[in-house]
């Protein structure tokens, strides 16, 4: 009896250290599936294809497999405890135990993707590319760690959205055109390797940061496909533009990811993806070596599963840096560890009016009053913002082809928009499958330099008088508003947001709370979520990725 006992666990063991080898994506007929999205009310999750036509998975299955070694189900089983769902100092924490190291850290990771990536059920689309390279740095890091470890993110495993140049990985914006793009790593990614991040590999994105195609769904694009929301696969919106970034961060498929805005391309995600997202003032973080937009409105930001993780990244990937103009020198770090519980005692916050109907967001006002806070009704301002896509089309004609000159490989094929455009029109059923209007917008546009500064000149002096106005008249420390509502104003103000889980609503899905201060007062943001974070902890993993 117990011979055959030994037998059978000699088995199961083997079964599992041989599991990953046999995780393989098989195209599926998904036909009826999307059949049944097509009178869905919200037309944006109405898809006209789920898997990508243009990547094949195994690749990056191959790239994941070729890395885990030995390791198996029974491993990830053992470490699930100490790593899902942690933050950071958690994790650093375990791994000074001796619970864990760098390496299996990585590996555990890694075979989460493997593992949900490969399944039918459970796919999510969120990963573009993985670093070939990640579980040797890992090692490096778990050698090198007594002498090296200066910073909390030393050694932690960080996805990146797929518009932040990275050496060794393509940088694609989602699209065919830039499939092949080489390129050397972005400033902020300098940084994160600089402090002994490891670079995970690439998320998914809305193609070309969502300024694509005109009311195509959230979180597609021809190379990734179609990213799904964990909390409910083709039933909730993922938010755009940072999707896979969202996405991966919610079913832990890394520690934290990096993101880009323009206008609610952070906020969005990480409110419909119950995580923390912050987009930081332009000029607290670099764009060089990022895929644009607007150089006007661009950003990258932190997106994480807590606040002070968001605050650990954000300190990592801030800084000056001379070919970005708009940067500024700052702090190295925040002091996350002072970070208090009593931080919302005593400070005033506007609250919309109309805001107060959603349920949840009015109880959750109710909750910061009764832990000290001093809440306002405001009416908010009318400001127009006619002309919002004529400015980021001329934005965007030039600041594209400036990246694609000085920042790609593929500046001989694609020097301009137009370029883009043509290319994508001999396969349009492969590479624009929902058009490509917003593109074609870009090419048509014939904006004067005088006639869009004179936009530009509007657009912010509306946007800071829709916050300064209330700020000024009540003294106020922050506006409080819901998901990405507030974005559009925020982004032309140039004032930081910070969005953090409020609670799910009756159908599931996640609803977030964003707290909008003033320029470069992310530390403020920082200590108010992370005390509301204390009195509000209402974030749960996705069923069926805890």
Same mark, same amino acid.
């Given at each position: 009896?117990?011979? $055959?006992?030994?037998?059978?666990?000699?088995?199961? +063991?083997?079964?599992?250290?041989?599991?990953?080898?046999?995780?393989?994506?098989?195209?599926?007929?998904?036909?009826?599936?999307?059949?049944?999205?097509?009178?869905?009310?919200?037309?944006?999750?109405?898809?006209?294809?789920?898997?990508?036509?243009?990547?094949?998975?195994?690749?990056?299955?191959?790239?994941?497999?070729?890395?885990?070694?030995?390791?198996?189900?029974?491993?990830?089983?053992?470490?699930?405890?100490?790593? +899902?769902?942690?933050? %950071?100092?958690?994790?650093?924490?375990?791994?000074?135990?001796?619970?864990?190291?760098?390496?299996?850290?990585?590996?555990?990771?890694?075979?989460?993707?493997?593992?949900?990536?490969?399944?039918?059920?459970?796919?999510?689309?969120?990963?573009?590319?993985?670093?070939?390279?990640?579980?040797?740095?890992?090692?490096?890091? /778990?050698?090198?760690?007594?002498?090296?470890?200066?910073?909390?993110?030393?050694?932690?495993?960080?996805?990146?959205?797929?518009?932040?140049?990275?050496?060794?990985?393509?940088?694609?914006?989602?699209?065919?055109?830039?499939?092949?793009?080489?390129?050397?790593?972005?400033?902020?990614?300098?940084?994160?390797?600089?402090?002994?991040?490891?670079?995970?590999?690439?998320?998914?994105?809305?193609?070309?940061?969502?300024?694509?195609?005109?009311?195509?769904?959230?979180?597609?694009?021809?190379?990734?496909?179609?990213?799904?929301?964990?909390?409910?696969?083709?039933?909730?919106?993922? =938010?755009? $533009?940072?999707?896979?970034?969202?996405?991966?961060?919610?079913?832990?498929?890394?520690?934290?990811?990096? =993101?880009?805005?323009?206008?609610?391309?952070?906020?969005?995600?990480?409110?419909?993806?119950?995580?923390?997202?912050?987009?930081?003032? %332009? =000029?607290?973080?670099?764009?060089?070596?990022?895929?644009? %937009?607007?150089? !006007?409105?661009?950003?990258?930001?932190?997106?994480?599963?807590?606040?002070?993780?968001?605050?650990?990244?954000?300190?990592?990937?801030?800084?000056?840096?001379?070919?970005?103009?708009? !940067?500024?020198?700052?702090?190295?770090?925040?002091?996350?560890?002072?970070?208090? /519980?009593?931080?919302?005692?005593?400070?005033?916050?506007?609250?919309?009016?109309?805001?107060?109907?959603?349920?949840?967001?009015?109880?959750?006002?109710?909750?910061?009053?009764?832990?000290?806070?001093?809440?306002?009704?405001?009416?908010?301002?009318?400001?127009?913002?006619?002309?919002?896509?004529?400015?980021?089309?001329?934005?965007?004609?030039?600041?594209?082809?400036?990246?694609?000159?000085?920042?790609?490989?593929?500046? /001989?094929?694609?020097?301009?928009?137009?370029?883009?455009?043509?290319?994508?029109?001999?396969?349009?059923?492969?590479?624009?499958?929902?058009?490509?209007?917003?593109?074609?917008? %870009?090419?048509?546009?014939?904006?004067?330099?005088?006639?869009?500064?004179?936009?530009?000149?509007?657009?912010?002096?509306?946007?800071?008088?829709?916050?300064? !106005?209330?700020?000024?008249?009540?003294?106020?420390?922050?506006?409080?508003?819901?998901?990405?509502?507030?974005?559009?104003?925020?982004?032309?103000?140039?004032?930081?947001?910070?969005?953090?889980?409020?609670?799910?609503?009756?159908? =599931?899905?996640?609803?977030?709370?964003?707290?909008?201060?003033?320029?470069?007062?992310?530390?403020?943001?920082?200590?108010?979520?992370?005390?509301?974070?204390?009195?509000?902890?209402?974030?749960?993993?996705?069923?069926?990725?805890?």
């Amino acid at each position: 009896m117990k011979y $055959s006992c030994l037998l059978i666990v000699f088995a199961f +063991l083997s079964c599992s250290k041989n599991i990953t080898s046999d995780r393989t994506w098989m195209p599926y007929d998904e036909t009826a599936q999307i059949e049944s999205l097509a009178n869905t009310k919200n037309e944006r999750m109405r898809f006209k294809l789920i898997q990508s036509k243009n990547l094949d998975k195994n690749e990056m299955f191959k790239s994941i497999q070729s890395q885990l070694g030995n390791f198996n189900e029974q491993d990830y089983i053992q470490m699930l405890p100490y790593i +899902l769902d942690k933050d %950071i100092l958690s994790l650093q924490k375990s791994i000074d135990e001796k619970k864990l190291n760098y390496e299996q850290l990585t590996k555990w990771y890694l075979y989460r993707i493997l593992k949900f990536e490969s399944n039918q059920e459970t796919f999510l689309n969120a990963i573009l590319t993985i670093n070939k390279n990640a579980v040797q740095e890992a090692k490096l890091c /778990d050698k090198r760690r007594t002498k090296s470890k200066s910073h909390p993110i030393y050694g932690m495993p960080i996805l990146l959205k797929d518009n932040i140049n990275t050496d060794g990985m393509p940088t694609t914006a989602g699209a065919v055109a830039l499939k092949d793009n080489k390129t050397n790593d972005a400033f902020v990614v300098k940084q994160l390797k600089a402090k002994g991040a490891i670079i995970l590999g690439k998320a998914n994105l809305s193609e070309w940061a969502y300024f694509l195609c005109d009311g195509c769904p959230s979180g597609y694009s021809a190379l990734g496909g179609q990213t799904l929301n964990p909390y409910g696969r083709t039933i909730f919106d993922t =938010g755009g $533009s940072s999707s896979g970034s969202g996405v991966s961060v919610a079913a832990n498929y890394a520690v934290a990811a990096v =993101g880009s805005e323009t206008s609610g391309s952070i906020i969005s995600p990480s409110s419909q993806n119950s995580i923390v997202g912050l987009k930081p003032t %332009i =000029g607290k973080v670099s764009r060089t070596g990022i895929i644009p %937009i607007s150089s !006007t409105l661009d950003t990258a930001g932190p997106m994480a599963k807590n606040v002070t993780d968001t605050a650990i990244l954000l300190s990592v990937i801030m800084g000056y840096d001379g070919e970005d103009s708009t !940067t500024i020198k700052s702090e190295a770090n925040y002091v996350w560890t002072t970070f208090s /519980d009593n931080e919302l005692k005593g400070k005033r916050f506007g609250v919309f009016k109309s805001y107060l109907s959603n349920t949840i967001y009015q109880k959750t006002i109710e909750n910061l009053k009764s832990h000290g806070v001093e809440i306002i009704e405001i009416e908010p301002q009318n400001v127009n913002f006619n002309g919002f896509v004529t400015f980021l089309n001329a934005d965007m004609k030039v600041d594209l082809p400036k990246y694609l000159k000085s920042h790609s490989s593929v500046y /001989d094929l694609f020097q301009t928009v137009d370029d883009i455009v043509v290319f994508n029109k001999k396969e349009a059923a492969l590479r624009i499958p929902y058009g490509q209007a917003l593109f074609e917008g %870009i090419v048509a546009e014939t904006i004067s330099e005088e006639d869009f500064a004179k936009l530009k000149g509007t657009f912010y002096s509306e946007a800071v008088s829709f916050f300064e !106005t209330p700020m000024k008249t009540h003294n106020l420390d922050a506006i409080v508003s819901i998901n990405n509502y507030n974005s559009g104003h925020a982004a032309m103000a140039k004032y930081p947001c910070l969005g953090v889980p409020m609670g799910y609503s009756e159908t =599931g899905e996640p609803v977030g709370i964003t707290f909008i201060a003033r320029p470069f007062e992310e530390e403020k943001l920082l200590r108010i979520g992370f005390a509301f974070e204390k009195i509000h902890p209402v974030r749960k993993a996705p069923k069926g990725y805890n």
